[in-house]
């Protein structure tokens, strides 16, 4: 998934996360039972090697990533579940195609242009009563976490930003009904839980 550094394997980092143990717990209490739903539609946006497509029901998932190689290697690994080589600022979805919508380190590689394209292509494409669930680097919450430091410049990610600075873009398109700091072993997030505004 984007979440993970580019120049750090799957493999490396998925043990340096215990297996990316906090944001599976953050996706399961925020988004429940409606990932089994075999009715509902998710969009993992940023999906990258699909690690977290199993906890999805294959009939509703699609999994994005811009990277080719990556779509590749999903596809192969994951053959019941759906992946598409996608940029997430322009997608290719009719609006309101989804009930969920999951971005897990994605826009810490996206200029603040890029960014605020993708959450309005995110906006679009969730269903009114949707919910979107963000999940994105900051820096370490711990001053001494000298592993994390490390990890985090060599991230291929140019925009690691504090919470509240993801926060004032994601609110010009949602409603943020919660947002918390997660604390994710070597890796610090931030969680956003997210609603379309209401159009009055």
Request: glycine share 8%; proline share 4%; aromatic share 10%.
């Amino acid at each position: 998934m984007s979440a993970i550094p580019m120049c750090i394997s799957d493999a490396l980092i998925s043990v340096l996360t215990f297996n990316y143990r906090a944001i599976r717990h953050v996706i399961g209490t925020e988004l429940g039972s409606v990932l089994r739903h075999p009715q509902k539609r998710h969009l993992d946006l940023g999906c990258g090697t699909g690690s977290l497509a199993p906890l999805f029901s294959a009939k509703g998932y699609v999994g994005v990533d811009i990277g080719k190689s990556a779509i590749t290697r999903a596809t192969v690994r994951y053959k019941k579940y759906t992946f598409q080589q996608m940029d997430a600022t322009h997608l290719q979805f009719p609006n309101k195609t989804f009930d969920t919508v999951l971005v897990i380190g994605v826009l810490h590689h996206l200029s603040d242009t890029a960014f605020r394209r993708a959450s309005t292509e995110m906006a679009r494409v969730l269903k009114p009563k949707g919910r979107a669930l963000v999940i994105e680097a900051i820096p370490p919450l711990w001053k001494y976490n000298i592993l994390g430091l490390l990890a985090r410049k060599m991230d291929a990610g140019d925009y690691i930003r504090t919470p509240l600075q993801y926060k004032n873009v994601l609110k010009q398109h949602f409603s943020i009904r919660r947002s918390y700091a997660v604390a994710g072993g070597i890796f610090d997030y931030a969680a956003f839980v997210l609603e379309n505004k209401v159009k009055r």
